[in-house]
C-alpha cells in the first residue's frame, strides 16, 4: 500500500496541487518576472507533469504575475490580513483584515 502512495502517477497529480511561492522580503519585480518564465515555460520542458497550480506572492507583486504569466491554468495567489508576514495598513483594527483581504481581489488574484 505505502508503495502505491508514492507512484509516479500519484506524484504528478499532486505536482499539480502546488502553490509556487516566494514571500520573501528582498523578492524584487525582476525575481518574480524570472518566476513567471519558469512557470511558464514548464509544459515545454516537462510536458508529462502538470505545471504549479498558482503563483503566490505578495499583494504588491500581483500585477507583475498578471502581467508575465501566460501558463495555460495557472492561478494567481496571494498573501493578506497579516499572513505571514504582509504588510498591514495603519486603520483600526476592525478594518484590517477585510482591507488586506479585498485589494488583493482588485489587484487580479484568482486563488
Known amino acids: 500500500m505505502k508503495n502505491e502512495l508514492y507512484s509516479i ?3 504528478k497529480t499532486l505536482f499539480g496541487f502546488i502553490d509556487l511561492t516566494s514571500l520573501n522580503s528582498t523578492d524584487t ?3 518574480i518576472k524570472k518566476m513567471c518564465l519558469k512557470v511558464n515555460g514548464f509544459k515545454k520542458q516537462y510536458p508529462d507533469i ?3 497550480a498558482a503563483i503566490c506572492i505578495y499583494p504588491s507583486l500581483v500585477k507583475i504575475v498578471r502581467k508575465n504569466l501566460n501558463a495555460p491554468g495557472v492561478k494567481i495567489a496571494s498573501v493578506s490580513a497579516g499572513f ?3 504588510p498591514i495598513s495603519v486603520c483600526t483594527p476592525h478594518h484590517v483584515p ?3 483581504l479585498r485589494n488583493p481581489l ?3 488574484v484568482t486563488r
Do not use: A, D, F, I
Open 98 to 100: 477585510l482591507k488586506q
Open 50 to 52: 502538470p505545471n504549479v
Open 9 to 11: 502517477t500519484n506524484l
Open 84 to 86: 505571514p508576514s504582509s
Open 106 to 108: 482588485y489587484l487580479g
Open 29 to 31: 519585480e525582476e525575481k
